[in-house]
């Protein structure tokens, strides 16, 4: 073996072994228990990043446990063809050749993606096998593969069929870049510094009429009420009345409705169906019309006044101002935060615009996903999420499924001459209602998250009844990232209920943000990003899986650091230094193969620390298993931490160099068995571990343990725990004079009851051995004290170190000085702070002297201590 652990040295060599020899590949097996998890599909576009790490990492882990338990274990891998992400990628790569996508023409620029997919579409393949990522490769899929491409067509059929797919115009939130349609759930919405403006709207006589407030006078144009509160009094006499738009000059009314906030500018709203989606709903609720005055490309239509008619929006609002303040009608502006939705892709902001798009008639969808929820059917950990989700599908609108690019799933859609509407599974020849051959097909493309909504059963054969689908739909647990509850596992329920008949998982784990040590979400504009690769080639993989893991607790978002990469690493080689000693001390006098499966004897031969490392271990199987079962990784990778690195290494491992005959078996079981808990969140050092240790086969297809591994001792326990108490207070004791740790001395307890001292009598060499103690004294009074030394209480027992007069006398010395000038400085600050000090001073410097006052109390409390200590 090395010295020392290299990861580089194995865990390529590794995985390429795992792989040919098929580990991750499964067939349905009804004998056995499912567990199936349906990998969220990386984008085409993608590259691993911290994201990933938080969400497939426990993914692996979970699958990996449960593939040990002896379950029917298979994670299902597949890719996103990403419509708006990848269009916009090659559209950026054609721009480099001064080209756009209509220069190519939609068929060439189709071929172009199939292409740039096949060259880029497999880089983060790779980077999720050197992460150790293991899902079953022989069952990738690709949302736009033959099968799920013809599910997607069936499943758009049978909706239309059914009467919840439609075509109309409805307002739609339109990126003037992209030229396409977005889903609510693709706006990202952020408070940018606007303008409030306060705008009057005469009465049709030149009277005072109503001011509104608005940040979007370009927008008047469109305007078809004015709304108010009906219990408002201010405006209880306008009601059913009629005032002027300042802009285009027409007659409107003013209407009441309850949604209109009172506090919100003047409590009076403008409503502009064609440009608001909250207007909508008022308009649509009063029978009112809605106007657009402003197109695709963003510039305004000519339904607007000629000197506006083909200006940017924006440069329309400036001049929309300019004109209101000319006209009089501008009565005040004020700063404003306006919540401003931008395209999730390019970060352009959207224009909600009336526009003639096909819909899916949602809520007979989402009620069935809602009850799913309620019912205790579909679970979330953390809880909280599942209010988030049940939320949405409250208050869900109808979903715009059509977009306007090229590259993804075309609608299922042929249009005739005579204006008629063909929808079927395959090219028709004619039209289904008058038979004219001259049809043409819808140029949109779905919703990507129309295509993904379908995996977890799309991916199994569906609408074919395969063996997969009949044994593995349901999965048992979906992992993903919050930001998608919306898009995708509202999406997979709906879907899933509808077309094959069931929750499409039973629970969903919602994996924690990854953010910086500061809190701050990572971002290439922060320049705080990290790139997982990164950190697999400086620290390794199974470090860095164990850096991420270890930190995700109680649904808590992660502050990572990488400090915690380099804490992960050192326990790698922990546990490498570990198997080192115990195939040494299992070879030493015996030399062989075989020296390292001799079988744990029999207890009764088993002494206090085979005991205690016995029960450690019936414990530590015990808890990591609770932990997985909860989705606690963090409590998993912490209760292994503790038992290797404090229990196995620190203890046990200090013990077994007296060589006794029980140490080398139960050390090399101990470990073996640590490793396979170990397995999931480090495979890689787990499993070359396994074998260095004599093991034969894969770790992985070896049986989970469980806390039978060891033996459950409370006795054990207790009194180890007691010497153990013993063991830290005289390390402690001897770091006060900083004595060479091969230097041995005596150590005294006084005080201790009769059954502690018949401990040590029959453990002094475990006290030996762990304190450097030469021998241990337990005087039943006080003429066994030594004449001086350090101490330390322990309860009613107190532990001495002896020590020579002249350290005492130097310490106490130095001690007495250090308290006197602290004790100084904390009564001038005591002093200070009483005075009218704390009222003029900026709170600032107040604040810093309270910290300090603090600060010199903590540091007196822990000298006196040191100074009683010595005796």
């Not at 001459?417 to 819808?442: F, I, K, M, Y």
Request: glycine share 6%; hydrophobic share 40%; with cysteine.
């Amino acid at each position: 073996m090395l010295e020392k652990y290299d990861p580089s040295a194995i865990e390529s060599e590794w995985y390429e072994r795992w792989e040919t020899a098929g580990l991750f590949h499964e067939d349905p097996d009804a004998s056995r228990p499912p567990f199936v998890i349906s990998m969220p599909p990386p984008n085409v576009t993608g590259r691993a990043h911290m994201g990933h790490g938080s969400t497939y990492t426990p993914q692996d882990v979970l699958t990996r446990y449960h593939r040990m338990l002896g379950d029917n274990a298979v994670w299902l891998p597949g890719q996103d063809h990403a419509a708006i992400a990848t269009q916009n990628v090659i559209e950026k790569e054609l721009a480099k050749e001064g080209l756009t996508r209509f220069d190519l023409g939609r068929e060439k620029f189709i071929e172009r993606a199939r292409q740039w997919r096949e060259l880029y579409g497999d880089i983060i393949y790779k980077q999720f096998r050197a992460l150790g990522f293991g899902p079953d490769w022989q069952r990738d899929r690709y949302t736009m593969d033959e099968g799920l491409s013809k599910a997607v067509v069936k499943v758009f059929v049978q909706l239309y069929n059914e009467g919840l797919i439609y075509r109309g115009t409805r307002l739609v939130n339109w990126c003037p870049r992209c030229g396409s349609t977005l889903a609510d759930t693709e706006v990202e919405h952020e408070d940018t510094p606007g303008t409030l403006y306060y705008v009057r709207y005469r009465t049709e006589d030149g009277g005072d009429g109503v001011v509104i407030a608005t940040t979007r006078p370009e927008t008047i144009f469109a305007d078809v009420a004015i709304a108010v509160h009906p219990d408002d009094p201010r405006y209880q006499p306008l009601i059913g009345k009629l005032v002027k738009r300042p802009l285009s000059p027409h007659a409107i009314p003013v209407i009441a409705d309850g949604a209109v906030e009172r506090s919100f500018g003047t409590g009076a709203l403008k409503i502009t169906p064609g440009h608001d989606q909250a207007d909508a709903e008022i308009g649509e609720r009063h029978g009112l019309a809605s106007i657009s005055v402003i197109g695709p490309d963003a510039k305004m239509t000519d339904a607007v006044e000629q000197e506006f008619v083909g200006l940017d929006r924006f440069d329309a609002r400036t001049r929309a101002v300019e004109t209101l303040r000319a006209r009089g009608a501008l009565v005040k502006e004020e700063p404003y935060m306006v919540s401003t939705g931008t395209c999730y892709r390019c970060e352009t902001i959207i224009e909600p615009l009336l526009s003639l798009q096909w819909f899916v008639k949602i809520k007979p969808l989402a009620e069935p996903a809602l009850v799913a929820s309620q019912s205790g059917k579909l679970a979330f950990a953390p809880e909280r999420f599942r209010r988030t989700y049940e939320d949405w599908l409250e208050h869900i609108r109808d979903w715009c499924i059509s977009r306007q690019i090229w590259w993804g799933h075309r609608l299922p859609v042929w249009y005739c001459p005579n204006g008629h509407v063909t929808v079927a599974e395959s090219t028709p020849s004619a039209c289904a209602e008058c038979g004219d051959r001259s049809l043409t097909q819808d140029p949109d493309t779905l919703d990507t998250w129309f295509s993904s909504g379908l995996w977890p059963f799309s991916i199994l054969g569906w609408p074919e009844d395969t063996p997969e689908r009949r044994a593995w739909y349901p999965n048992q647990v979906l992992v993903t990232a919050r930001e998608i509850i919306f898009n995708w596992v509202a999406r997979m329920v709906m879907f899933g209920i509808h077309f094959a008949g069931d929750v499409p998982f039973k629970r969903v784990f919602i994996a924690p943000l990854v953010l910086d040590e500061q809190g701050r979400k990572m971002s290439k504009s922060l320049g705080n990003s990290l790139d997982p690769m990164d950190l697999v080639r400086d620290y390794g993989a199974d470090a860095t899986r164990f850096a991420i893991v270890s930190q995700m607790h109680g649904g808590q978002d992660v502050r990572f650091s990488i400090a915690k990469c380099d804490d992960a690493r050192k326990f790698c080689n922990k546990l490498w230094q570990a198997a080192r000693f115990a195939i040494d001390l299992a070879n030493e006098g015996r030399p062989s193969p075989s020296a390292l499966l001799l079988s744990v004897p029999d207890e009764t031969s088993w002494t206090l620390p085979d005991r205690w490392i016995m029960d450690a271990l019936a414990r530590t199987a015990g808890r990591v298993t609770q932990a997985l079962e909860g989705f606690d990784f963090a409590e998993a990778a912490q209760t292994l931490y503790t038992f290797v690195w404090n229990q196995v290494c620190d203890v046990y491992i200090e013990i077994a160099k007296d060589k006794a005959p029980t140490r080398a078996p139960i050390l090399t079981h101990s470990l073996a068995t640590a490793l396979q808990l170990l397995h999931p969140i480090m495979p890689f050092v787990a499993e070359e571990l396994w074998g260095r240790l004599g093991r034969e086969g894969f770790i992985g297809e070896s049986a989970w343990p469980s806390p039978s591994s060891g033996w459950l001792d409370e006795q054990a326990r207790d009194d180890m725990s007691r010497l153990l108490d013993s063991v830290e207070a005289v390390r402690a004791l001897r770091a006060l004079p900083k004595l060479p740790y091969r230097e041995l001395r005596d150590v005294t307890i006084v005080g201790a009851d009769k059954s502690f001292v018949d401990l040590l009598q029959r453990e002094r060499g475990v006290i030996a051995r762990l304190a450097r103690a030469e021998n241990v004294h337990a005087p039943s009074g006080p003429d066994g004290r030594p004449k001086h030394a350090v101490s330390r209480r322990l309860g009613a027992m107190e532990v001495l170190l002896p020590v020579d007069e002249a350290f005492v006398e130097k310490e106490r010395t130095a001690l007495d000085k250090e308290i006197a000038r602290s004790r100084d400085e904390a009564d001038a600050i005591e002093r200070k702070l009483q005075t009218n000090f704390v009222d003029k001073a900026p709170a600032a410097v107040v604040e810093k002297e309270r910290a300090r006052l603090a600060e010199l109390k903590q540091g007196l409390a822990m000298s006196e201590d040191r100074r009683a200590a010595l005796k």
